[in-house]
């Protein structure tokens, strides 16, 4: 396949090409932008400060919900208990 210069030639475009995009690829995935000196940098969301609190206070919610729905349900289990005991006796 690569006995002459003109499929090595290819090969390595092709080769090159791809490696590119997948860096690309990486770099958008990360938020990696490269700025004219052509170092690169993470781009910063001014919003993710925001975003990090309210995260914070919903899972704070989420966690006061959780204690409400499993208080209710132990107290609904030693009611029927109690039932239960009242029913035996």
């Known amino acids: 396949m690569f006995d002459n210069p003109f499929s090595m030639v ?3 475009v ?3 090409s791809i490696a590119g995009v997948l860096r690309a690829k990486y ?3 990360h ?11 993470r781009i910063v969301d ?9 995260i914070k206070q919903l899972k ?9 729905a499993t208080d ?4 609904l289990e030693q009611e ?3 039932l239960r005991d009242r029913t035996h006796s």
């Not at 938020?31 to 940098?41: A, H, K, L, Q, Y």
């Not at 209710?72 to 107290?75: E, F, H, L």
């Open 46 to 54: 001014p919003d993710a400060g925001r975003m990090r609190d309210e």
């Open 10 to 12: 290819v090969a390595i």
């Open 80 to 82: 029927i208990e109690a």
């Open 27 to 29: 770099k958008a995935e």
């Open 31 to 41: 938020g990696i932008v490269e700025d004219d000196d052509g170092n690169d940098r």
């Open 60 to 68: 704070e919610r989420i966690a006061v919900l959780e204690r409400i």
């Open 14 to 16: 092709l080769i090159v």
């Open 72 to 75: 209710k349900g132990n107290r």
